[in-house]
Nanobody
Framework: QVRIVESGGGLVQAGGSLRLSCAGSGITFSTYNMAWYRQPPGKQRELVAALNSGGDTNYVDSVKGRFTISRDNTKNTVYLQMNNLKPEDTAVYYC??????????WGQGTQVTVSS
């Protein structure tokens, strides 16, 4: 059974930092490409950052220089370090594991709220 579980969300003041974690089980974690998405209230889900199995990263322009995606394959975990948070970063953050031909999996999401 595949499980993707996010943690680390919470309430933080603008300018603060949070680190999200996403633990995967039931998959060969190191071979999966991983990504973080977010869905602000009343808006569509959007890609925030991606990290493929080879170590290449990609970020949406609005978080470049502030967010960092990384992974520890020994712990089957991907992280999203978020610095200098802004109120517009408020959203439910979702972890996504995908592998072409094997399918993709979503976590349940974790709430991040940034107060001004």
């Amino acid at each position: 059974q595949v499980r993707i579980v996010e943690s680390g969300g919470g309430l933080v003041q603008a300018g603060g930092s949070l680190r999200l974690s996403c633990a995967g089980s039931g998959i060969t974690f190191s071979t999966y490409n991983m990504a973080w998405y977010r869905q602000p209230p009343g808006k569509q889900r959007e890609l925030v950052a991606a990290l493929n199995s080879g170590g290449d990263t990609n970020y949406v322009d609005s978080v470049k220089g502030r967010f960092t995606i990384s992974r520890d394959n020994t712990k089957n975990t991907v992280y999203l370090q978020m610095n200098n948070l802004k109120p517009e970063d408020t959203a439910v953050y979702y972890c996504w594991a995908y592998y072409s031909g094997r399918g993709s999996y979503w976590g349940q999401g974790t709430q991040v709220t940034v107060s001004s």
